[in-house]
């Protein structure tokens, strides 16, 4: 069975919008011929790929089958383009990612610049949510995702680590002490993010001690967090890419720093289980796996604070 490229790129943008109109708009169809396409495309087929309201659009359980599929062969047709053009390392085309909002406001979106000058045929677009969405559902090419991945048919690439550390405001220690083992966190108010009571502490023979900690403040967003400690509200459990800069600048600082948290942890790439990679997808993994491994180096090299 032949398809039309355009059609399929049509239903691809149809299922990231859920609106025929606004995805005929972006690729310069008329209201009518998207409707004709999209019809014609499921006679073809014989199932109906879309439930229609007249508010928007969204996939049946055929259309989410055949949505990985039309994205395959859009992704292996541009790479036929690609291999038979003067240069083969040509890198272009729509590219779709999602991140969290914290990382992704403060390790990817300060590097788009530079990444869209190096590839100016590519349109990027980034959605950051703390929500873990389905990528192939809503047609994103690739997320970047920290900690530990549940079982899957997505493809993962490790892109760095993620150490995390405990950290608290200089104001917090001067008022309840410095401790000086894991076991004196039991005494400590400590901020918790969701429901990880439990901290696992590695020192430097790897020995491993787990510590149930409590305290006042519970939160299920990371940057309250943040937000928390900085105030002086206790100590708390932070990846060192989210605290580095408070760090620096001394508005807090380690806690019980010859430990290491455990289970290790890293910043993952994440895609639909394509037979081609398309090169936009391999260009942004490469480019930003450098940045996100300089942004550990640079955050482990930091100095530990007087008193630590």
């Not at 800069?245 to 895609?271: C, E, F, I, K, T």
Request: aromatic share 6%; charged share 20%; net charge neutral.
């Amino acid at each position: 069975m032949a398809f039309d490229l355009k059609t399929l790129e049509l239903f691809v943008r149809v299922a990231a919008l859920g609106a025929l109109g606004k995805a005929g708009e972006d690729m310069r169809i008329s209201p009518t011929a998207t409707t004709q396409r999209i019809q014609a495309l499921e006679a073809e087929l014989g199932v109906r790929l879309l439930h229609r309201t007249t508010r928007a659009v969204s996939l049946t359980p055929e259309g989410e089958t055949f949505l990985l599929h039309a994205r395959q062969i859009l992704d292996s047709a541009e790479e036929a383009r690609a291999a038979m053009s003067s240069s083969r390392s040509r890198v272009f085309g729509d590219l779709r990612v999602t991140a969290s909002a914290a990382f992704g406001r403060s390790q990817i979106v300060p590097h788009i610049g530079e990444f869209l000058r190096l590839y100016p045929e590519v349109s990027l677009r980034l959605d950051l949510s703390d929500s873990m969405v389905d990528i192939i559902e809503h047609g994103y090419d690739l997320a970047i995702r920290i900690g530990a991945l549940a079982s899957s048919s997505l493809v993962a690439r490790k892109l760095a680590q993620n150490p995390r550390l405990l950290v608290a405001a200089p104001a917090y220690l001067e008022r309840a002490g410095q401790p000086a083992s894991p076991a004196d966190l039991r005494s400590h108010s400590c901020i918790v993010l969701g429901e990880t009571r439990n901290w696992l502490l590695r020192d430097a023979m790897g020995t491993e001690v787990e510590t149930r900690v409590s305290g006042r403040f519970t939160t299920n967003f990371g940057e309250a967090v943040t937000e928390a400690l900085l105030q002086g509200l206790g100590i708390g459990l932070k990846s060192l890419w989210d605290v580095a800069d408070h760090l620096q600048a001394g508005r807090l600082v380690r806690v019980l720093p010859d430990y290491s948290v455990g289970p290790d942890w890293y910043v993952w790439a994440v895609r639909p289980p394509n037979r081609v990679l398309p090169s936009r997808v391999q260009a942004f993994i490469e480019f930003f796996e450098k940045r996100f491994q300089t942004a550990v180096q640079q955050g482990t090299a930091l100095p530990h604070a007087p008193g630590t």
